[in-house]
Each structure stands twice: as structure tokens, then as C-alpha cells.
């Protein structure tokens, strides 16, 4: 068990919808990451929150956005949904994001928009 | 740009042969490198990293900055080394400003 909790496991939804995915990372960690991961597309970055402030953008889509809390937990919120965006989103963290520090993974949420 | 690859999606060797998962990466710092893995049905976790020099579960890899390689090694594959290897990249616009990018992934099945 890596410490870092994703809920739900799985989520099934329609077109359109909007669904909130939601990460506590390890205790003491300061940086939260996510990922997408599609069969195609592999592992894509998404964002990076460290200490409840936005630090790096990868490829987010306009109508995904995150938020990490001052309890450091956080929220990847996901809208206007369309089948594409069906994947598995992991979230990392990590203690501060110091170089060569590893990430401790989520066990993910599986999204299937239908 | 800052890109990782791993040029096989799939690789298929029998028990007791050696293995050797690629990873080509481009990026025009200093590198950090890793390999992560992730078994049937658990979360990804860290294999070992470039910085370390060690070996985990029988795999090594060296960092070879003339090829800008990171190739992943075992002489006698196990049964259990069957799951999915990422070579990951620390930093760059495909991992923010600490995170990693990650290759695409290469699934390795061990036959017994």
C-alpha cells in the first residue's frame, strides 16, 4: 500500500455528465500529481498541485480542472464528458517534489463514459 | 522537447531467458531516469532509478547519455516479471515541474 487513496475505484457515467475524482496522498506530502492513462496514449501528465498551489500544466483539457485543499487532499474534476475521456486517472504524490524523489501511486479510478 | 520512448508494446520471452526492455529518452539537461512497474491488477510502483545504481529484483539498467538510453535488464526472467514497465523522465512539460513523463509502456509476458 503506497498511502495515497483515490475514491472512487470506478465510475460509470453518460456523455455530457460531470464526475468529481478525488485523491488523499501519503501524510506529510506536499505534491499531488495526476495522470491519465488510455491503452493509446499510455500515461499522460495532467497537473501538479504542491501545497494548494498549481505548479506545472501538462495535457489538461479546458474542461478538466483540479484544486488541492489546505487538508492537501485533491479533487480532478471532469466535465462535459465524452467517451474519449473514458481511461484510468491515477494520482501520485510525493513530499516535496526534490529532485530524484519517487512517487507514490494511487491504485486509480476507472472512468467509463457510455 | 523532453520525450521518453519504448519502442515495444509488447515483448514475449520464455522463463530463464534474458530480458531487455528499451528506453530511448531526449532532453537537453542533465537526465534523472526511472523505471516504474505495475503488476496485474496493483498500482504502479517504482522498480528502480538511474541515481541509485541498484539492482531490484534482479534488474538493472545503466544510463548511457551517448545513446540517451535507459535500457531495463535481467539475465533469467521469472514467471512474476510478467506486468507492465514505464521508463519515466523527472521533469519537463510532460511531467510539470517535478513530475515524471512517462514512455507509453511495455508489456512484458514471461512463458513458462
Known amino acids: 500500500d503506497s498511502g495515497v487513496t483515490q475514491t472512487p475505484k470506478h465510475l460509470i457515467t453518460a456523455t455530457g455528465q460531470r464526475v468529481t475524482l478525488r485523491c488523499s496522498p501519503r501524510?506529510?506530502?506536499?505534491?499531488v500529481y495526476w495522470y491519465q492513462q488510455s491503452l493509446d496514449q499510455g500515461l499522460q501528465f495532467l497537473i501538479q498541485y504542491y501545497n494548494g498551489e498549481e505548479r506545472a500544466k501538462g495535457n489538461i483539457l479546458e474542461r478538466f480542472s483540479a484544486q488541492q485543499f489546505p487538508d492537501l487532499h485533491s479533487e480532478l474534476n471532469l466535465s462535459s464528458l465524452e467517451l474519449g475521456d473514458s481511461a484510468l486517472y491515477f494520482c501520485?504524490?510525493?513530499?516535496?517534489?526534490?529532485?530524484?524523489?519517487?512517487?507514490?501511486f494511487g491504485s486509480g479510478t476507472q472512468l467509463s463514459v457510455l | 522537447a523532453q520525450r521518453v520512448t519504448q519502442p515495444e508494446k509488447l515483448l514475449s520471452v520464455f522463463k530463464g531467458a534474458p530480458v531487455e526492455l528499451k528506453c530511448n529518452y531526449s532532453y537537453s539537461g542533465s537526465p534523472e531516469l526511472f523505471w516504474y512497474v505495475q503488476y496485474s491488477r496493483q498500482r504502479l510502483q517504482l522498480l528502480l532509478r538511474?541515481?541509485s545504481r541498484e539492482s531490484i529484483k534482479g534488474f538493472t539498467a545503466d544510463l548511457n547519455k551517448g545513446e540517451t538510453s535507459f535500457h531495463l535488464k535481467k539475465p533469467f526472467a521469472q514467471e512474476e516479471d510478467s506486468a507492465m514497465y514505464y521508463c519515466?523522465?523527472?521533469?519537463?512539460?510532460?511531467?510539470?515541474?517535478?513530475?515524471?513523463?512517462f514512455g507509453k509502456g511495455t508489456h512484458l509476458i514471461i512463458q513458462p
Open positions: 538511474h541515481i
Open positions: 501520485a504524490s510525493s513530499p516535496q517534489g526534490a529532485t530524484n524523489e519517487k512517487l507514490f
Open positions: 501524510s506529510g506530502d506536499l505534491s
Open positions: 519515466a523522465l523527472k521533469g519537463g512539460p510532460g511531467g510539470g515541474a517535478d513530475g515524471l513523463t
